[in-house]
């Protein structure tokens, strides 16, 4: 009965690939986001979704593409990674009404590119 | 850009001891929230602050919100080892929910 959950919580690989990380929130929530942790614990927002559509999209590389196939799922698609890409990404999700602006985050995935 | 700073960055103190960390920002706010973040974990929302409002209290939680040099403080009283993680401000500018966070300070509670 997690709230927010994401796979893998760990995922190494080569420069160069393409790889996924996905998210699901099970609280009815209508927004979701990605966040970027660097190794100093800095925290970015990247994108933000409210039902499907994107609403938030930092200064973020075009290798990054966010897709939300419904308002409970948000993945994040990696092209060509590169070491710098190496970084904890955090999913988080936000409702509405009462509390809205509360973001309740997942246990992130920890990236590293060799 | 990076909009909230915290001060210090870090802060190592006594089980039973007062913890007070300060959070400063640059531009103006709907609110400004503190997270925190243990070890290895997701970030985890303690309490938020709106811009009209000048103190909160939750709990051990004690929050002020200084809009005219924008600055907020998050004092816990009575710490305890468990509370011992990452405290992180984040300021909501307003415009779909999104947040900026400082760099955090790393609170470190011993038995």
């Known amino acids: 009965d997690t709230a927010v959950s994401q796979t893998p919580k760990y995922l190494v690989t080569q420069m160069g690939n393409d790889k996924s990380i996905k998210c699901e929130q099970n609280l009815g929530h209508d927004t979701m986001y990605w966040y970027k942790q660097d190794s100093k614990k800095f925290l970015k927002i990247m994108f933000s979704y409210n039902n499907k559509e994107l609403i938030i999209n930092e200064t973020v590389p075009n290798r990054f593409s966010p897709k939300s196939p419904d308002k409970a799922h948000l993945n994040l698609h990696i092209n060509s990674l590169e070491l710098g890409d190496s970084a904890v990404y955090f999913c988080?999700?936000?409702?509405?009404?009462?509390?809205?602006?509360?973001?309740?985050f997942g246990p992130g995935t920890r990236l590293l590119v060799l | 850009s990076q909009q909230g700073e915290e001060d210090p960055q870090a802060l190592s103190i006594q089980e039973g001891e007062n913890a007070t960390m300060n959070c400063s920002y640059k531009?103006?706010?709907?609110?400004l929230q503190w997270y925190r973040q243990n070890s290895g974990r997701g970030l985890v929302h303690l309490i938020l602050?709106?811009?009209?409002?000048r103190e909160k209290h939750s709990g051990r939680l004690r929050v002020t919100l200084d809009t005219s040099k924008k600055s907020s403080s998050l004092l816990i009283t009575a710490s305890r080892a468990a509370d011992t993680a990452s405290y992180f401000c984040a300021t909501d500018t307003g415009g779909y929910n999104k947040l900026i966070f400082g760099a955090g300070t790393r609170l470190a509670v011993h038995p």
């Open positions: 531009t103006s706010i709907n609110n």
């Open positions: 602050i709106r811009s009209n409002e």
């Open positions: 988080a999700s936000s409702g509405r009404g009462d509390g809205q602006e509360t973001q309740y």
